[in-house]
């Protein structure tokens, strides 16, 4: 027979028992918020190297170098040997943005990191790298068949897209990205790669509130002291509203919360590693 205080004492235990695991599932979701909103506050190093590379750290100190380009083909100036990395990301084969892998060339690494060159999905750390299918400008890149891959990178919060040696924005790439907050597009004043009226699309359609030039003519590093045929020096913003904004150096740190309110046109200095030609 269970007298009236078993029964007390029971519900107590029941009671107990369940307040705690309350308690236990409050924490875990307040220690997840608490790890999702630090990655989302988090800050992110973009370092720029030269022409279309760049080096992105994230919070948590994972590195990526995107498109290293091959020293003294086409462009006349060094790439930086054995830079620390934890992958190299490569939009398209060519010399100038693979580090001259595709024509057999020694890449710049005595171990080269991990190498992400196809389409798709990846996680890597606390980064998010996602491929999307595109086509390089122009006729160039016949030789194999014009493949280029716009690389989305989520790190932090952030969404930055580079564009690589891609032709003018379609609907797949469109809706593949979707709007982000930094984008590395071409912007020599040859529009080698994207026509003006092209880039223009891009901008207005990924609409983001950092625009990074690239791929242009360095002449202070031009070893011949001029630029290549076909590349000049770096233009100007495309849209009238849009802020210049001198890094006045390689690298800069930034955050979800610190981006700028309008759009702004950053301008890096090439990296201090790189010799500098004589000619200057």
Not at 52 to 69: K, M, N, V
Not at 93 to 102: F, T
Request: glycine share 8%.
């Amino acid at each position: 027979m269970i007298n009236g205080e078993d029964v007390v004492i029971n519900e107590l235990k029941l009671g107990i028992k369940s307040l705690f695991k309350k308690v236990f599932f409050i924490c875990v979701i307040f220690t997840n918020l608490t790890l999702f909103v630090h990655s989302q506050e988090g800050e992110v190093t973009i370092e720029y190297i030269a022409h279309a590379s760049f080096r992105i750290t994230s919070p948590e100190g994972t590195q990526i170098i995107i498109d290293p380009y091959a020293s003294d083909v086409w462009i006349g100036y060094d790439y930086p040997k054995n830079l620390t990395a934890n992958a190299l990301v490569i939009t398209h084969p060519h010399y100038d943005h693979d580090g001259g892998d595709y024509r057999g060339l020694k890449m710049p690494w005595d171990n080269t990191p991990k190498q992400y060159r196809q389409i798709g999905t990846y996680q890597l750390a606390d980064m998010t790298l996602k491929g999307v299918p595109g086509k390089h400008a122009g006729n160039f890149g016949k030789e194999f068949g014009q493949k280029n891959i716009i690389w989305l990178i989520e790190v932090a919060g952030l969404r930055i897209a580079h564009l690589g040696d891609n032709g003018p924005i379609t609907d797949q790439v469109r809706n593949a990205i979707g709007t982000v907050d930094i984008l590395m597009m071409p912007a020599d004043g040859d529009q080698h790669i994207l026509k003006n009226s092209e880039a223009i699309e891009f901008l207005d359609a990924l609409k983001p509130k950092i625009q990074i030039p690239m791929h242009y003519c360095i002449e202070e590093l031009e070893k011949s002291g001029k630029c290549p045929g076909g590349l000049l020096p770096i233009a100007d913003p495309l849209k009238t509203n849009t802020k210049i904004n001198n890094i006045g150096g390689d690298t800069i740190t930034i955050s979800k919360a610190s981006l700028p309110l309008n759009s702004e046109y950053w301008i890096f200095q090439p990296s201090s590693l790189i010799t500098r030609s004589d000619n200057q």
